[in-house]
Antibody, heavy 122, light 107 residues
Framework: EVQLVQSGAEVKKPGESLRISCKGSGYRFTSYWIIWVRQMPGKGLEWMGSVDPTDSYTTVSPSFEGHVTISVDKSINTAYLQWGSLKASDSAMYFC???????????????WGQGTLVTVSS | DIQMTQSPSTLSASVGDRVTITCRASQSISLSLAWYQQKPGEAPKLLIYKASTLRSGVPSRFSGSGSGTEFSLTISSLQPDDFATYYCHQYNSYSNTFGQGTKVEVK
């Protein structure tokens, strides 16, 4: 079964750093781009960026450029989303997901991880 | 970047109703459009891709249509399990874009 399993919920203070993870299994990890999607409380889905696990090439939405870093460790089939300095406005659910088409930078998205809830509060 | 405008934002309907959600792209995306269903506390689930292709296992009451810049998702006879939020998603450009979402609620 193809699945993505994300790390658990996090509670952080403003200014702290954070890295959340997304581990893929059941498929060849390097063959499919991984994407990250933010969902703020009660709001819609926002594409944050994507990473090619083959060579760690990333593309990041201008809305998130400079504030988050997307990376991957293909040796352990894991992608990461990290912040150097969190803000209260980063409080949200974060989903990782996989492109459904092998090797494509964009495609339908399937499957999705279960989500990681990040709460940033002083 | 391609913008996706989805409407309505909320739709009140009853079981058995036919409902339609529309999505408009700011420029042509050919058939590179998908629809997802999301329930509270869950990840989105893919329903339709390539504008009108039903994903295996998705009930046939769901259908998609359109091309270029105008797309729609129709549920032919709304069932209790269909009350959820629906999102369109364009994957034509190198950046993904989602519509704002349509919440289908009980009338």
């Amino acid at each position: 079964e193809v699945q993505l399993v994300q790390s658990g919920a996090e509670v952080k203070k403003p200014g702290e750093s954070l890295r959340i993870s997304c581990k893929g299994s059941g498929y060849r990890f390097t063959s499919y781009w991984i994407i990250w999607v933010r969902q703020m409380p009660g709001k819609g889905l926002e594409w944050m960026g994507s990473v090619d696990p083959t060579d760690s090439y990333t593309t990041v939405s201008p809305s998130f450029e400079g504030h988050v870093t997307i990376s991957v460790d293909k040796s352990i089939n894991t992608a990461y989303l990290q912040w150097g300095s969190l803000k209260a406005s980063d409080s949200a659910m974060y989903f990782c997901a996989r492109n459904d088409i092998q090797g494509e930078i964009v495609s339908t998205i399937l499957p999705w991880g279960q989500g990681t809830l990040v709460t940033v509060s002083s | 970047d391609i913008q996706m405008t989805q409407s309505p934002s909320t739709l009140s309907a009853s079981v058995g109703d036919r409902v339609t959600i529309t999505c408009r792209a700011s420029q042509s995306i050919s058939l590179s459009l998908a629809w997802y269903q999301q329930k509270p506390g869950e990840a989105p689930k893919l329903l339709i891709y390539k504008a009108s292709t039903l994903r295996s296992g998705v009930p046939s009451r769901f259908s998609g249509s359109g091309s270029g810049t105008e797309f729609s998702l129709t549920i032919s006879s709304l069932q209790p399990d269909d009350f959820a939020t629906y999102y369109c998603h364009q994957y034509n450009s190198y950046s993904n874009t989602f519509g704002q979402g349509t919440k289908v609620e009980v009338k």
